[in-house]
């Protein structure tokens, strides 16, 4: 087994709230100045930069996922990934379809745009991505799963947008393939809090959106090589693979 760091939930300026410095080309080069061998790009509610930045990030030895950090009717977040080129497609069709539909104000929420590989403007999304869908978190996860992905609610440890925030817990009938926290807790501290949860899976990533925070969080995936089939068989601790939440980490 490798040892491969990865960090699974970064916004490009395509998200409102991301930094306009945060370009396909900046996003792939924080990505090797930090040594991360794995990247998941998950804009707000679309999956527009996932593309572009994957194929960059191939020619710098580093793999790329493509995903969304989609916000549920409840205003629950959560991070989707998904394997291809086809279940992409089918995720921007539903993301697509079930965005409440809210015209975004640059001046208030920030621009929205795709870029190319010479930063030039190609698209500017017109309905607000921070916006939720219309569907359940229960919906969504069943979704992502039938197109194959891997469904991970994001910084479940914080006081707002998260399943903890929303929900007051975190259900036990709900089939996620971890748990993702913030930066402002450990894993020790969050299974301390919550003792239903000690078997759980738990990631941790930056959730950036300036280049300088890209992999200031992340996870290290031990396992046989760099791929999606991979990441869910570490993430399910299947033959010799597991996750850890600090680097040197030994599997218990």
Known sequence: ????????????????CGDLAMSPQNIVAAARQKSLDIIAITDHNSTRHCQLINELAAENGILAL??????????????????????LEMLQKYLDNHLVNIKNDPNKFGYQVVVDRDENIVYEEQHLLISALDQSIEEIEKTIHAMGGL??????DRSAFSLSSQLGFIPDDLNYDALEISKYTTPEKFRKAHS?????????????????????????????????????????????RFVSTFPGLKKP
């Open 196 to 240: 239903y949860l000690k078997d759980c899976t738990i990631i941790q990533s930056s959730d950036a959106h300036f280049p300088e925070h890209i992999g200031e969080r992340y996870t290290v995936f031990n396992m046989k090589n760099a791929s999606f089939d991979e990441i869910k068989l570490a993430l399910k601790t299947c033959d010799g």
């Open 66 to 87: 493509f995903g969304a950090e989609i916000t549920s009717k409840e205003e629950v977040h959560c991070v989707a990934l998904v394997p291809d080129i086809a279940s």
């Open 151 to 156: 469904f991970i609610p994001a910084h479940v």
């Open 1 to 16: 087994m490798k040892a491969f760091r990865a960090d699974l939930h970064i916004h490009s300026l395509l998200s409102p």
